[in-house]
T-cell receptor, first 110, second 115 residues
Framework: AQRVTQPEKLLSVFKGAPVELKCNYSYSGSPELFWYVQYSRQRLQLLLRHISRESIKGFTADLNKGETSFHLKKPFAQEEDSAMYYCALFYGGSQGNLIFGKGTKLSVKP | EPEVTQTPSHQVTQMGQEVILRCVPI?????FYWYRQILGQKVEFLVS????????KSEIFDDQFSVERPDGSNFTLKIRSTKLEDSAMYFCASIGRDSVPGELFFGEGSRLTVL
């Protein structure tokens, strides 16, 4: 069965420090992975997707099929990055479903 | 920018009562979802809906739950007889035909408190 694991419930760093939010997945097919973010009092929204290999707000994530990982990284954290981050796996084609990890709360201190 | 809207934002109900949570997906979207998040836990998939029928449902989505698209705009989640453990934030999401698969657009959620 498909599963997404985020081992850290909370990650606290100082402004300017590097950040890595870990995500591992389990899926027998070809995975489509995403990072969603939820800022305080805002709705859940897409941050980035592995297929586009883009950098959004300084964040990047590389799919490592060998390690079944999709860690989210940013070299220099900003206070406005403080939020809940959810790794998600989409499966089943265009009518498919999205399942989430438990989420990691990132707190960036001044 | 079009958004998914949900009502009510917060509902308090007595155990055993029926609850209907409403969602208005983005107008040209075709696939609809309900998720829930119990306080302190992860966002869990409940059900997906396409072409006026359920595409997939999770183990959580038992006979107490039902979904409906009664008209061209609303997408509702009904809980027939609420239990204490149904207390959670319920999120509606939608995705369009031309959207990237997996790029769901979420509403702000409806908080359900069962007493």
């Amino acid at each position: 069965a498909q599963r997404v694991t985020q081992p850290e419930k909370l990650l606290s760093v100082f402004k300017g420090a590097p950040v890595e939010l870990k995500c591992n997945y389990s899926y027998s097919g070809s995975p489509e992975l995403f990072w969603y973010v939820q800022y305080s009092r805002q709705r859940l929204q897409l941050l980035l997707r592995h297929i586009s290999r883009e950098s959004i707000k300084g964040f990047t994530a590389d799919l490592n099929k060998g390690e079944t990982s999709f860690h989210l990284k940013k070299p220099f954290a900003q206070e406005e990055d403080s939020a809940m981050y959810y790794c998600a796996l989409f499966y089943g084609g265009s009518q498919g479903n999205l399942i989430f990890g438990k989420g990691t709360k990132l707190s960036v201190k001044p | 920018e079009p958004e998914v809207t949900q009502t009510p934002s917060h509902q308090v109900t007595q155990m055993g009562q029926e609850v209907i949570l409403r969602c208005v997906p983005i107008s040209n979207h075709l696939y609809f979802y309900w998720y829930r998040q119990i306080l302190g836990q992860k966002v869990e998939f409940l059900v997906s809906f396409y072409n006026n029928e359920i595409s997939e449902k999770s183990e959580i989505f038992d006979d107490q739950f039902s979904v409906e698209r009664p008209d061209g705009s609303n997408f509702t989640l009904k809980i027939r007889s609420t239990k204490l453990e149904d207390s959670a934030m319920y999120f509606c999401a939608s995705i369009g035909r031309d959207s990237v698969p997996g790029e769901l657009f979420f509403g702000e959620g409806s908080r359900l408190t069962v007493l």
